[in-house]
């Protein structure tokens, strides 16, 4: 059988050929006629096992050495994902449904072969050591490039989010972020350029004024990433990349800041989703756009009561330096608008008030008035993709409250309230016209958790990619050719 080999790895081998092991799929509807069908001696093992009836995400080992996987629901995305790590062995194994296979078949093994282990030492599995999870193989005559991206850049983005900010081999601070982006440019033939450090003070003020307590090692930088034809559809993305946040001066409370590697999870998203628009060669004129920094507590730490100017002149009073990623982001985000995109995307682990409103599985999507159109089009392909956002308002009764009585703007909001809503509202101050006019892009903002709190099968405790598989799918349906 022609094959492709899905393992642990979201790689691809084509056209060989594999002796695989066969799980048979059972959905509750066929399964009574499927047992009855069965040998003597295969209806009693079951019946032995208690599987005389249907029972949902039941594994068996059949006496005829094949395996039977009964599910209520396989077009569900994890509902294979608990298989690479109960079957045995390295395998390979090959799915058997009695009707078509669903499209997230692949999809679902593969989010439940990651694990990140980078961090481990001597307990680090060895070079010859036999694979974690159990592979897939699937019929070659099935087009699986979309899984095999979507785990490309969904391990990716759990990567970056998941290594640690600190001085091991894998510490994810500006300028091994940085790195990363230049490494995804090298392989895909793009172009990255950077400002950092006090160059920053000539145009990027506040990515400078967030950055600087870090120290020379961690210098704040705007990391810059174009790819794609000159002329071709601008989509810009713009990540959060905050690679550790104390909260500065308004330091965080200990329990709070231990995820807080995951404060740039928004760069962690744009990057996936970069490689992901990159692999697939969609017609657009790509651009990324990380402003990257270190919220560090020293001397040279931004205060509360600062007023920091943005590059487009708009001054914001601090009312508390734990409110830094939109800072960052509005230095970027003035920068995007200058380029004129046809679509304008930021993603950031933005707001607690978020979390509070959504939960952290769901991000919460806003929208400008230009870009209305276009989150719907975003909510329509996240329930496609079972990758969820939820649109919340940009309502407008809500903007006095980022009013400052002595600069243009306030970093937070009057009260406890609302907080997603109000710093989309600051966020929404810096979407501009381009300069030659006409009006603002279309811009989307994604306020994401970026982390699971806990594990399931398919979602490991740590980085998550949440609503990429969505943007993705909305790009591909504007923009490929």
Request: hydrophobic content about 45%; proline content about 7%.
């Amino acid at each position: 059988m022609l094959a492709t080999l899905l393992s642990c790895a979201p790689m691809a081998a084509q056209g060989m050929r594999f002796a695989a092991t066969t799980v048979r799929v059972l959905r509750e509807a066929e399964y009574d006629a499927w047992l009855a069908a069965r040998p003597d001696e295969t209806r009693a093992y079951l019946e032995a096992a208690g599987l005389g009836e249907f029972k949902g995400d039941a594994l068996a080992l059949l006496p005829e050495r094949t395996w039977a996987f009964l599910t209520k629901d396989p077009s569900k995305l994890f509902a294979f994902s608990s298989l690479p790590s109960r079957l045995p062995g390295a395998g390979p194994y090959a799915l058997e449904f009695a009707a078509p296979p669903p499209a997230t078949a692949a999809l679902s093994w593969g989010l439940g072969c990651y694990s990140f282990e980078a961090c481990k030492g001597s307990t680090a599995p060895k070079a010859d050591a036999p694979p974690k999870f159990a592979s897939l193989v699937v019929p070659a005559e099935n087009d699986y490039g979309d899984a095999a991206a979507a785990l490309k850049g969904t391990y990716l983005c759990r990567d970056l989010i998941n290594a640690p900010a600190g001085d091991m081999q894998r510490d994810m601070g500006p300028a091994e972020l940085e790195a990363v982006a230049r490494r995804l440019a090298a392989a895909y033939g793009a172009a990255v350029a950077t400002v950092e450090g006090d160059a920053l003070l000539a145009g990027y003020p506040q990515i400078h004024a967030v950055g600087r307590a870090a120290g020379e090692k961690q210098r704040p930088r705007l990391v810059d990433l174009t790819w794609g034809a000159a002329d071709a559809p601008r989509v810009t993305l713009v990540g959060k990349g905050v690679c550790f946040d104390t909260g500065g001066l308004d330091l965080k409370p200990a329990a709070a800041m231990l995820t807080m590697k995951k404060d740039m999870g928004g760069a962690a998203h744009v990057l996936g989703l970069a490689a992901m628009v990159m692999d697939a060669g969609l017609p657009v004129r790509l651009r990324v756009l990380i402003p990257a920094v270190e919220n560090a507590v020293s001397g040279d730490a931004f205060r509360p009561g600062d007023v920091l100017a943005a590059r487009n002149g708009k001054t914001t009073e601090i009312g508390n330096t734990d409110a830094e990623g939109r800072l960052v982001l509005a230095d970027a985000l003035v920068e995007a608008c200058a380029d004129a995109p046809e679509l304008l995307v930021d993603c950031a682990t933005l707001t607690g008030a978020g979390r509070v409103a959504l939960g952290t599985d769901v991000p919460a999507l806003f929208a400008n008035e230009e870009g209305v159109d276009v989150a719907d089009e975003l909510v329509a392909a996240s329930a496609g993709e079972q990758d969820q956002v939820w649109r919340l308002p940009l309502w407008p009764g809500y903007r006095e409250q980022i009013d400052s009585k002595i600069a243009d703007l306030k970093n937070i909001g009057a009260g406890p309230y609302g907080g997603a809503i109000t710093a989309a509202l600051y966020l929404a101050e810096f979407v501009e016209a381009p300069p030659d006019g006409g009006a603002p892009p279309p811009w989307l903002h994604l306020d994401m958790m970026a982390y699971n709190t806990g594990s399931k099968p398919g979602r490991p405790e740590g980085g998550e990619a949440m609503g990429m598989r969505a943007l993705f799918r909305l790009l591909e349906a504007r923009y490929k050719a």
